[in-house]
């Protein structure tokens, strides 16, 4: 079987659906990965044109939602809508949809439990009989969902932190092909000696960059909130955050332009305030804790003027 899939490119979430696509379906899986939905939105704009879809039998897109135009484009496809299936899970795109599809799961809650892209996947790969219910698969996505959701730093699980801690020392193929490795051969999840070494380096470079990236903070108030901005690669976004949290400076919400990526990302320091409508007033979206969007000049030209 000839199978598809997109994905996000940029965290554990975007990879672990492809590892599974991998898993599941063999040597038969193109692979291509999106930072983000303009993207995303681009690679299957001239996917849809050229008719690369026809020798596919399954279309899958993961961790990430295609703009109403080409959920459209889909939907009046005969030949592509019976082959695609989008899972995705950002409050976001649910909020801009304004109508249903056949192909479209996009659920952020499943009872009473947070999704991210690849529980979602997992559970129709699994339905559909395509993987086995193994010990070793299912907990390498519950790690995942645990991380995406942030829900590890509630449970204090670093078994879902080093996964972010791997995608950074491997990078997003190296963890593909890590990871497709590991499921297959393992029938129980175990960091190896060797993934803890890899752990244990990543974490002290990870200490000594976020230092410093945080010593050169800026910080802007705005209506009685204080912004911490930094430029700083997109990887850096999280551990930011959290070494903002631990240390209780004196900043709000973290705003980060990634030129690496493109892409930028603000984070709530202080747990009541929704960053996803802030995000959104920028051009993004994403989470009430987590949201950002693509960095281009329309955006950039939102946040400066949000900030001023």
Excluded at 183 to 192: D, G, M, P
Excluded at 194 to 218: D, S, T
Excluded at 233 to 261: H, P, Q, T
């Amino acid at each position: 079987m000839q199978v598809k899939i997109f994905s996000h490119k940029s965290d554990p979430d975007g990879l672990g659906s492809v590892v599974l696509a991998s898993f599941a379906y063999g040597g038969g899986v193109s692979i291509t990965l999106c930072k983000g939905i303009e993207e995303l939105d681009e690679q299957l704009s001239r996917f849809i044109e050229e008719k690369e879809y026809a020798p596919f039998e399954q279309i899958f897109v993961t961790d990430l939602c295609p703009s109403n135009f080409i959920l459209d484009s889909i939907d009046s496809n005969e030949a592509l809508k019976n082959k695609v299936f989008i899972f995705d899970h950002h409050k976001s795109s649910m909020d801009r949809i304004t109508k249903e599809y056949s192909f479209l799961t996009e659920t952020e809650m499943k009872e009473e439990q947070k999704c991210c892209g690849t529980s979602l996947f997992y559970e129709y790969l699994v339905k559909q009989s395509k993987l086995l219910d193994k010990e070793a698969t299912k907990t390498f996505v519950e790690l995942t969902r645990l991380h995406d959701t942030y829900e590890w730093k509630n449970e204090n699980n670093a078994d879902a932190y080093y996964l972010q801690i791997l995608f950074q020392f491997l990078g997003p193929w190296g963890y593909f092909y890590h990871f497709s490795k590991k499921l297959e051969n393992e029938n129980s999840f175990v960091y190896t000696l060797e993934e803890q070494i890899w752990i244990k380096e990543q974490i002290r470079i990870n200490q000594q960059k976020i230092e410093e990236i945080a010593h050169n903070i800026v910080v802007i108030e705005k209506e009685k909130t204080r912004y911490g901005v930094s430029i700083a690669d997109y990887e850096y976004r999280n551990l930011l955050a959290d070494y903002f949290k631990s240390n209780e400076k004196n900043i709000d919400v973290l705003l980060l332009i990634a030129g690496d990526e493109n892409r930028f990302s603000f984070r709530s320091i202080k747990s009541e305030i929704d960053v996803n409508k802030i995000a959104e007033l920028c051009g993004g979206g994403g989470h009430p804790q987590a949201a950002g969007g693509e960095l281009n000049q329309e955006t950039l030209r939102q946040i400066l003027k949000f900030l001023n």
